[in-house]
């Protein structure tokens, strides 16, 4: 399978706990995207690395999370101190950088946060 | 602030009909859009795009129209299977490739 996947698909953490999730993008993709999406709406952007640089932060992102690609190979996004608030689907995309901006996703990490 | 918007949260269609799935958006500048299909406990599938200096692409029974002085775009599937029954993303890019996605229409086509 040479899709986008993402580890692990569901986890579940009491609220001030630290979790971390993990996206392996296609191996010839250059750039990484991670989204949250919660019930309802549509994926929002956290934040894009292009190889190991992170070039774009959403301004909502709180200081709590932060991503790292240091390799420019795979992605951890690691949220500190997690509230109930956190709970959604995080969605890491990839694409190449000579397409025209389509991004593949994976199938998501599910958290919730009790 | 939503700066993209999808106005239908649903819509259902006979198949073999025309479906039309609408986007809107505020930000004059957007230059890229995209279409996402997505199915239950899958992440978005890309369908289709077009850049801000076209009006229409196609692609097989996808056809994106771009109208940029209304800021509004619309995704045509036609004949529509009961295989489109999905959720729809319209997505649009701003520079240094931050995407904004819009909240998504629920196509259901009925056989």
């Known amino acids: 399978d040479t899709g986008v996947s993402q580890n692990p698909r569901h986890k579940i953490t009491k609220r001030g706990q630290n979790v971390t999730f993990r996206c392996d993008p296609i191996?010839?993709?250059?750039?990484l995207y991670w989204y949250r999406q919660t019930l309802g709406q549509g994926p929002e952007f956290l934040t894009y690395f292009q190889n190991e640089a992170q070039l774009e932060k959403s301004r909502l992102l709180s200081d709590r999370f932060s991503a790292e690609r240091p390799k420019g190979s795979f992605s951890t996004l690691e949220i500190q101190r997690t509230e109930q608030g956190d709970s959604a689907m995080y969605l890491c995309?990839?694409?190449?950088?000579?397409?025209?901006?389509?991004?593949?996703f994976g199938p998501g990490t599910r958290l919730t946060v009790t | 602030d939503q700066q993209v918007k999808q106005n239908s949260p649903s819509l259902s269609v006979q198949e073999g009909r025309i479906s039309i799935l609408n986007c809107d958006y505020t930000n004059s500048m957007f230059d890229y859009f995209l279409w996402y299909k997505k199915y239950p406990a899958e992440g978005p599938t890309f369908l289709i795009s077009i850049s801000s200096i076209k009006d229409k692409n196609e692609d097989g029974r996808f056809t994106v129209f771009l109208n940029k002085s209304a800021k509004h775009l619309s995704l045509h599937i036609v004949p529509s299977q009961p295989g489109d029954s999905a959720v729809y993303f319209c997505a649009a890019r701003y520079t240094g490739n931050q995407f904004y996605f819009g909240t998504g229409t629920s196509l259901t086509v009925i056989p």
């Open positions: 191996s010839e993709h250059n750039r």
């Open positions: 995309a990839s694409s190449s950088a000579t397409g025209f901006y389509e991004q593949y």
